[in-house]
């Protein structure tokens, strides 16, 4: 059984605690937040920072788990614009008053005589509905008040004599109706292991209601609640909302309008798949500001007002990438302020609620190590294409160039091709344009002629569908990581050929869905906790 772990939690600066964890230290961040949540009855968003011994003690970000250990001091940093006070609500990343309070202090950057009017960017609900993934553990409401004193009453016996509670139809649908409401708060669309976690959390917190005769104790509100949650989203389909809508048959093409064909619902950990219009915006209003954007990407130092405007225009772009799968080359055309480094990385994190950078990044170097240990013990060819992969980073030390090599030795160690992944040319070659324009899905890197490994590449651009989207990304690993972003803001499948490749990305470095994994994957995450 592993150690118990002492944590110092500062929550401000007349209030920390102490976190004690009885089972040692949790295995990823997210977890610990659920348990500062939990022990220390904390609401809200927050993201946590670690006394960094190698920079004075000063606090910096925490992103892997690896950088604290037992009688740490962690400091909690909560996701709100302005100071909260003691007793007053939260406001979560992403929050209507958040954003409006943020946007309204930058409509002063604009100049006087824009023609564009700055008070709809600083309209409530300018952001995306959803500011947490689905929790770790799931968190049952608490439902109407006679439903709730019965199952207290029914709780305590439980306690005292271990009888279980039979619902009565009233008492069944309330709660059910309960759940259904806090669920969609998450996802209207759950996998069966979701469903097992709702219905685990609601007898674990509520004992009463276990099923006696069940394996689990709560297949019976299992199956109720698949039915439950099916009727709710008929409901919020009548009601228009667009994640429910965008799978109505109507919506099918000709010949295949069956409900279970082609449903389209997050399928990469997404928390704001297909979001609603903010309050008052309609598609016109929206596309309006749209039409604007095209002026304003081209101005300089304008950085500031193109991602305020982006923000707003959050759901009229995932609607139409989602809905309408454009082309490329078009969803270029009509969104060019998206393929910028900065708009990648704030859609991803529009899309997911996580900082695509920071955290790409600290975990590829946290895992570094061991990948590399791992690939030094592979033999066979696998193992000699690796150690030719792996040679640059012997050369020098740029911590780029490691990067780089890494990721091109994971592809190998996953059986696939890292030419699928990216593309190396030489700037004498007369071929690449025409090589651009055949690739569907990659880098391209042009490098110069008699380069040494340490040198910087003429060019590193993403590829999608024949068009450079974005260019001059410096590395490898970089232009790798905006990628990723990009799948996201394009809702992109992975390409079949780099599946496992990205599924490590996704749900190893990203930790999203790291719940369900290959076999192949499975063996790699294994491996990597050793």
Known sequence: MAAMVKLRIIFSENDSRRLILPNGMPESVSELVQQIKGQCG????????????EFGNEFTNLESMSDIQDKSTIKVIFSSVTPVEP????????????????????????????????????????????????????????????????????????????????PDHKIKSAILDGLAETIVQYKVYLSDREFDEVAEALVTTHPCLKEPGSVTGYGGWKTSLKYKLANYRTKLRRLGCPEVTVNSLKHKPDGKCTPAYGVKKPKKAEVNYCPTYPAGETAETLEEIRVDLLSEVKKKNNDHRVAAMMEKTFAL????????????????????????????????????????????????????????????????????????????????????????????????????????????????????????????????????????????????????????????????????????????????????????TFEVLQKILMELDAHKLSNKVQVLKTLLSR
Not at 48 to 53: E, G, N, P, S
Not at 89 to 105: C, E, G, I, M, V
Not at 108 to 127: A, K, R, Y
């Open 87 to 166: 007793g007053e609500p939260l406001l979560p990343l992403y929050s209507s008053a958040a954003t409006s309070r943020t946007l309204d202090d930058s409509s002063s950057l604009s100049s006087p005589g824009n023609s564009f009017d700055t008070d709809i960017l600083s309209s409530p609900e300018s952001t995306s509905s959803r500011a947490t993934a689905w929790p770790d553990v799931f968190p049952i409401p608490r439902f109407s008040y006679d439903t709730q004193l019965q199952l207290d009453r029914a709780n305590a016996t439980f306690k005292e004599s271990g009888a279980l509670l039979n």
């Open 42 to 53: 904390v609401n809200g968003d927050f993201r946590l920072q670690f006394m960094d011994a």
């Open 317 to 500: 772009r995932r609607q139409e990438v989602v809905r309408e799968a454009p082309m490329i080359a078009e969803f270029k055309m009509r969104w060019p302020a998206l393929f910028h480094v900065c708009e990648v990385s704030a859609e991803f994190k529009r899309i997911t609620t996580i900082h695509l950078q920071s955290k790409f990044f600290s975990q590829l170097d946290s895992y570094s190590a061991n990948l590399m240990k791992i690939y030094a013990k592979k033999g066979g060819v696998q193992g000699r294409k690796i150690k030719t992969i792996m040679a640059p980073a012997t050369q020098t030390a740029a911590v780029e160039v490691r990067r780089e090599c890494i990721l091109k030795g994971l592809c190998v160690y996953l059986n696939e091709d890292p030419e699928k992944l990216v593309k190396d040319y030489l700037d004498v070659d007369k071929s690449i344009a025409t090589a651009i324009a055949e690739t569907v899905f990659g880098i391209c890197v042009i490098r110069s002629e008699g380069a040494e490994p340490g040198d910087d590449p003429q060019d590193v651009m993403i590829v999608l569908e024949g068009v450079e989207v974005m260019g001059e990304l410096g590395n490898v690993a970089f232009a790798v990581a905006m990628l990723l972003g990009l799948v996201y803001s394009l809702n992109l499948s992975y390409p079949p050929e780099l599946r496992y």
